[in-house]
């Protein structure tokens, strides 16, 4: 059984909690830290020998524990990498690696430094059984080669303080993980148009907006991001190809006929839309972890993303094309 530490335990930490003592096998909660005291311990109280910590490394110094789940908000995620690093124990870090390119760049360092991977970034979506066909079906080529990808990434709303930069970093971060993991290659500039805003959005903040990559080997992708659209869930992808296109993401469950009316119901939130995803990611983390392996999104996929945020980010503020700029790829991540 692997013993892990939970690291933040919000929205996402108390679900990976829940998911590990509930749904998967193969792990057990042994720890959780966050900041805020009360709710750790209210946490590990409901889970049968797990202990409450507000200091993450201390709960990485836990003798139960073999493995490290960080759940923290991005700009805690160096601190807790670089600890785990330290203890030399396997990672699964929620998205983003961390918030910009350049402590990024530090972790991909460090983990250069141990010799070997240790770190699973948890871009879920690789592991949604949608993306997963629609990345069998560009790798067989059955539709010869991949020119575009339309994107739709849409959320009911926003919680307080969500900001232009993180529709990019905390929102967009996705598409640039899918479009780099889907068409095998790099992003290499991005475009951020914005339409006059709804008067659902937020004060402030522009939404909805159009992000527009182009990648290494000539392919463009576009994303309409609307993160206060008000009706529900939407995460969709289609590619189109040389000689057909693939759609995924259309999944409104039931389909209904009733009283003159047709239709179905929309995902409300993410936690439901990827409910399977999420599961499947951390049971493989878990596993690989047991068999004394790392597989899935790396430090190099981390910190590739990171790079394009920042340029994204760049681009949404000056109207600009801004070309992402990356270091050669180490030897590890090959
Ligand atoms: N994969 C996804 O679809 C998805 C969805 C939502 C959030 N996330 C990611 O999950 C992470 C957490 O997001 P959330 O929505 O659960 O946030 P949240 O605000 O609900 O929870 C964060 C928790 O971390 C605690 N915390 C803050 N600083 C800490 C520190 N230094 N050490 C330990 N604990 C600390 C807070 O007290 C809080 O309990 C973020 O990286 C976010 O981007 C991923
Ligand atoms: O942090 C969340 C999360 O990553 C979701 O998967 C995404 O759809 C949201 O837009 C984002 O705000």
């Known amino acids: 059984m692997l013993g892990v530490a939970v690291v933040g335990t919000g929205r996402m930490g108390a679900d990976h909690v829940r998911r590990i003592d ?43 524990v073999d493995a490290v789940l960080i759940a923290s908000p991005g700009p805690a995620h160096e601190a807790a990498l670089l600890d785990a690093f330290a203890r030399d124990l396997p990672v699964l870090c929620e998205k983003p690696l961390t918030p910009d390119a350049a402590s990024a760049l530090r972790v991909l360092e460090a983990e250069q430094k141990l010799g070997h991977r240790r770190v699973q970034v948890g871009f879920m979506r690789r592991y949604d059984a949608g993306y997963r066909t629609l990345k069998a079906l560009l790798d067989q080529g059955t539709y010869g080669r991949p020119l575009m990808l339309h994107n739709k990434h849409r959320n009911a709303d926003t919680p307080p303080g969500f900001t232009n930069a ?70 969709s992808c289609e590619a189109v190809c040389e000689s057909g296109s693939a759609r995924i993401g259309d999944d409104h469950g039931v389909f ?17 839309r990827f409910e399977d995803a999420y599961d499947r990611q951390v049971q493989r983390w878990v596993d690989a972890t047991r068999r004394g392996e790392v597989e899935g999104p790396s430090c190099w996929d981390g910190y590739a993303a990171a790079a394009v945020c920042e340029a994204g980010v760049l681009a949404q503020a000056t109207g600009e094309r801004v070309a992402v700029e990356l270091i050669e790829r180490p030897a590890l991540y090959c």
């Open 22 to 64: 509930e749904v998967i096998s193969g792990a057990r909660v042994a720890a959780v830290a966050d900041i805020d005291a009360d709710r750790a311990k209210h946490l590990a109280d409901g889970i049968d020998g797990a202990t409450a910590y507000t200091d993450p490394a201390a709960a990485m110094d836990d003798p139960a």
């Open 166 to 235: 993180m529709m990019i970093n905390d929102s967009v971060v996705h598409e640039i993980d899918v479009t780099r993991w889907l068409l095998d290659d790099e992003i290499t500039a991005v475009r951020v148009l914005r339409p006059a805003p709804s008067g659902n959005a937020p004060d402030g903040l522009g939404d909805p907006q159009l992000i527009l990559f182009e990648t290494a080997g000539g392919q463009v992708v576009d994303t309409e991001l609307f993160v206060n659209c008000g009706f529900g869930y939407q995460v």
């Open 256 to 272: 209904v006929n009733s009283a003159g009316r047709w239709g179905g119901s929309i995902t409300p939130g993410f936690v439901e």
